[in-house]
């Protein structure tokens, strides 16, 4: 069903904290990229959990235990099919999108690389993706490498493809660039390391919000995502790996949960997917995030997409009037994130100013500094959209960057 004014009417009614004022001024939240705000019927599955089901999983016999373990792995289930993995086992639950790379960097580097081997990854990471590389290419005397991108803000495939060679042992890439906003075509670069045998990590922090992922169509080897971008609650994410490849690492932890069997002399592991998870999981986080899910699979993501896309375009229109607006990132695949400089105004001003009149907005380097050095500037005011943003929002945030500007100017 298409998202019209009644309907993102009756979506915000669901999100409590849109209702809060800031400065005495009525929040409009445009930080989404950095964390999304969490719909009642995921905070009531929170306070539900641990009214009715706390107890710790896996281990006990009763009742109470057996309910959550239940719950914990029912959302497995509904994880896995909302990103249309194969099997319940290749879902791992983790912290969030960084706990998930480093896990990966930490065991593939273990068990698969060694001194001399190239981790590939793009301009336009996130640090969560490029310094676990790093620490790994450090550790291991490896090397890594970087894909140049185009001045629009999109990935420059002949290079790609030049830089895979007989030493590349992975590639690491974001779905969706969250300073540029760009949607990679990360498909395409699947299929290209495939046909040489080199597995691809894709980054998906900004894309399982927006745009519907399916593990299996990409083929994608690893695929990390962190509840909290995606309405879910802070401090759990997935880390969806093929089984064939989960099988072949060492686990990344040790503790309880993970074993098999242990005494002094030797412990042998579990079993996919508890090989990975160590200690106590997050079966509160868990229920909640596989109910964020099915919020956002109510509404319906071809409506989010659609409805996103024309708030992003809108937005554009109207911001391009500005005079001294740069967008940065303009790529024809992008999401709903807006990066822009005004020339001569620092960011941060900007996003200071903008504050003090109720609208949330991020400024600097979007935790991408090489991707700042790479297209020489400071950094950036990023705006990032939610489908309970509206255009009346817009139209009060484009006024009052108006009114910034000749300040700052
Ligand atoms: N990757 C991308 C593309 C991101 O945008 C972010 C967060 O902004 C991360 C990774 C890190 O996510 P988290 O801090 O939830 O682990």
């Given at each position: 069903m298409q998202l019209n004014e009644e309907r993102i009417q009756n979506i915000r009614d669901d999100f409590p904290i849109l209702k809060e004022t800031v400065y005495g001024k009525p929040l409009i939240y445009f930080d989404n990229a950095a964390t999304t705000h969490k719909p009642v019927s995921v905070l009531h599955k929170i306070e539900f959990a641990y009214n009715h089901l706390n107890a710790n999983i896996h281990r006990g016999t009763h009742y109470l235990s057996q309910k959550a373990t239940e719950a914990h792995e029912g959302a497995r289930n509904d994880i896995a099919q909302f990103i249309g993995a194969g099997k319940r086992e290749e879902i791992i639950f983790t912290r969030g999108t960084t706990e998930?790379?480093?896990l990966i960097a930490f065991s593939y580097g273990e068990a698969l690389c060694d001194e001399g081997d190239e981790i590939l990854i793009s301009a336009m990471e996130h640090h969560s993706n490029i310094v676990p590389w790093?620490?790994?290419?450090?550790?291991?005397?490896?090397?890594?490498?970087?894909i140049p991108i185009h001045k629009n803000g999109e990935i420059d495939l002949d290079a790609y493809a030049k830089l895979l060679n007989d030493k590349t042992k992975l590639v690491a890439v974001t779905h969706v660039s969250n300073v540029l906003g760009?949607?990679?075509?990360?498909?395409?670069?699947?299929?290209?390391?495939?046909?040489?045998?080199?597995p691809v990590l894709v980054d998906g922090a900004q894309a399982i919000p927006h745009i519907a992922v399916d593990v299996q169509a990409l083929d994608a080897d690893f695929y990390v995502f962190s509840g909290h971008k995606v309405y879910g609650p802070t401090g759990i994410g997935i880390l969806y790996g093929?089984?064939?490849?989960l099988n072949q690492l060492p686990p990344y932890q040790g503790g309880g949960e993970m074993i098999e069997k242990v005494s002094f002399e030797k412990t042998t592991y579990n079993?996919?997917?508890?090989?990975?998870?160590?200690?106590?999981?997050?079966?509160i986080g868990s229920t909640a995030l596989a109910e964020a899910l099915r919020y956002i699979g109510e509404i319906g993501m071809d409506a989010i997409v659609a409805y996103e896309h024309e708030l992003t375009a809108y937005a554009i229109e109207l911001m391009s009037e500005i005079s001294g607006i740069q967008f940065i990132g303009t790529a024809h695949q992008k999401s709903a994130i807006i990066s822009f400089t005004v020339n001569g105004i620092h960011p941060y001003d900007m996003g200071m100013l903008l504050d003090k009149l109720g609208i949330a907005v991020r400024t600097g380097h979007h935790c991408?500094?090489?991707?700042?050095?790479?297209?020489?500037?400071?950094?950036?005011v990023r705006v990032s959209f939610a489908f309970y943003n509206t255009k009346k929002e817009i139209d009060i945030f484009v006024a009052a960057l108006k009114k910034v500007v000749a300040m700052l100017s």
């Open positions: 998930s790379i480093n790093q620490m790994l290419c450090e550790r291991k005397k490896m090397r890594l490498r970087v760009t949607i990679n075509p990360v498909r395409q670069m699947i299929d290209t390391a495939h046909r040489k045998n080199i093929k089984e064939q490849w079993e996919l997917p508890f090989k990975f998870e160590a200690g106590t999981p997050d079966y991408a500094q090489p991707l700042m050095d790479f297209l020489e500037i400071p950094g950036t």
